[in-house]
């Protein structure tokens, strides 16, 4: 599960690990894909503290029928959930996958239920492990970043120290100062752009945009404001977005 504060709910399953051992007839691999949680009843009804089994999927009447067909696309009929329980919290959870309807038997779930404890220290000991290389990774990313902004000769080089900073290869940077007569907050209607990256890559610009600052904006309280990009079919845009 992605991680959430102590008082909200486990929601957002993030499949980590997808081991092919049989040929599958498609290929097909669910490693990155998210489930929401609160969006299937089925996996909302998986035990925390045992194992859940599945006999035939075709015989599970609360499954949804895009989960149903991510199990089928993989050739999978009968499925196993070990649950991960992690220093007394529940993190995730192992599923073992067959290709034929299967009957477990009571030693079978003896022989799973024992794997909880042993599966949720292993994991552990590998998350600590991946905790600690990001961590060491984040550091020299910020370190390369200080000296950038240490030895920086404009603005731009601002940008790149942004860049030197993310691990993320996707995210893009924009530098802009505002400009202009400015309210009583200190907040003007334009702003130049001073510079922007795209991949990686650095530009110097010089362009000039309108401001869209409303009252309410937690900009106006020196926070951050995130804002979303809607999907091209969504009316009503919010004007902060189309700004």
Do not use: C
């Not at 980590?16 to 089925?42: A, H």
């Not at 999978?76 to 290709?99: E, Q």
């Amino acid at each position: 599960f992605d991680e959430v504060a102590s008082n909200q709910d486990l929601d957002w399953v993030h499949i980590s690990v997808d081991m092919e051992i049989l040929e599958r007839e498609q290929p097909v691999l669910l490693l990155g894909s998210r489930l929401q949680r609160s969006q299937y009843p089925f996996i909302k009804q998986l035990s925390t503290e045992a194992v859940t089994t599945i006999e035939n999927i075709h015989d599970v009447s609360d499954i949804a029928p895009d989960l149903q067909q991510m199990f089928i696309s993989i050739n999978t009929l009968a499925i196993l959930f070990i649950p991960l329980n992690i220093r007394g919290s529940w993190k995730g959870f192992l599923s073992i996958t067959f290709s034929e309807p299967r009957r477990f038997s009571e030693r079978d779930q003896q022989i799973y239920n024992a794997l909880i404890a042993q599966a949720g220290i292993a994991i552990d000991n590998r998350l600590l492990f991946q905790q600690s290389e990001q961590s060491l990774e984040q550091q020299e990313r910020l370190y390369s970043a200080s000296r950038i902004i240490n030895t920086a000769q404009d603005l731009p080089e601002l940008v790149e120290a942004a860049v030197a900073s993310s691990d993320n290869p996707k995210l893009d940077f924009w530098l802009a100062l505002l400009e202009g007569e400015a309210d009583e907050e200190g907040w003007t209607n334009s702003a130049k752009l001073i510079a922007k990256s795209h991949s990686g890559e650095v530009e110097p610009v010089n362009e000039i945009y309108t401001v869209f600052n409303a009252d309410n904006s937690p900009m106006r309280r020196r926070e951050p404001e995130i804002l979303v990009d809607p999907d091209i079919d969504i009316e009503d845009v919010p004007e902060p977005v189309q700004w």
